[in-house]
């Protein structure tokens, strides 16, 4: 369980047991916008894959650039792999280390939980398909002595703000730690190049 203080009330906030929290907007508004400058971006009518869909909030929000693109989503809760019928083309419903990824870019946030294994299988998946694989991640998540062995980004654009995942919280509402999107090119680089991206000027949640 969380703890969230509230003045001088403590309150109890229960995890989601599928580490379910859709990625907010203007985080997703990010990524698409560097991507999209990239000399290397995906063409209009590239494929795409989120293992980790939920209901298709960040399949929704990259397709505000590529919006002829072909997306794969895949979602290990029923409920939830329905409404992305209505962004994605294809659907699997399974547990994504469990099934065999499609070829496409990869765009994720999957559950912190299962964070390490996500970007293992994601890692060889660049390998594999050659494809752009971004997920995004704590930037202290790095720091962990195990993951030194990880095969490492090429890009790491850190957002120049604290994101909140709980719409419930209110417009106010920090988060609590650092993001940034951890980026796979599909040649890996020599070297780790990182940026700082400012939260879009719309403000969207």
């Known amino acids: 369980?969380?703890?969230?203080?509230?003045?001088?009330?403590?309150?109890?906030?229960?995890?989601?047991?599928?580490?379910?929290?859709?990625?907010?907007?203007?985080?997703?508004?990010?990524?698409?916008?560097?991507?999209?400058?990239?000399?290397?971006?995906?063409?209009?009518?590239?494929?795409?894959?989120?293992?980790?869909?939920?209901?298709?909030?960040?399949?929704?929000?990259?397709?505000?650039?590529?919006?002829?693109?072909?997306?794969?989503?895949?979602?290990?809760?029923?409920?939830?792999?329905?409404a992305c019928l209505e962004v994605a083309d294809k659907v699997i419903i399974g547990d994504a280390l469990r099934v065999n990824w499609p070829a496409g870019h990869v765009v994720m946030n999957p559950p912190f939980s299962r964070l390490d294994e996500f970007w293992q299988v994601a890692s060889q998946h660049r390998e594999d398909h050659g494809m752009w694989v971004a997920a995004l991640t704590p930037v202290a998540w790095w720091s962990a002595e195990k993951r030194r062995r990880y095969v490492r980004p090429d890009y790491m654009i850190a957002l120049g703000w604290r994101p909140s995942f709980r719409s419930q919280t209110g417009a106010g509402h920090k988060g609590s730690q650092d993001f940034c999107w951890s980026v796979l090119a599909p040649v890996a680089q020599t070297q780790t190049i990182w940026s700082r991206e400012e939260k879009p000027a719309n403000n969207r949640q």
């Open 1 to 82: 369980q969380w703890r969230a203080m509230n003045g001088n009330d403590t309150a109890r906030t229960v995890r989601d047991p599928l580490d379910f929290y859709p990625t907010p907007t203007n985080v997703t508004e990010v990524f698409r916008g560097w991507l999209a400058s990239h000399s290397d971006a995906p063409s209009e009518a590239s494929t795409f894959l989120d293992p980790a869909a939920g209901d298709g909030h960040l399949i929704r929000a990259m397709r505000g650039v590529w919006g002829a693109s072909r997306w794969t989503a895949i979602e290990i809760d029923p409920v939830r792999a329905t």
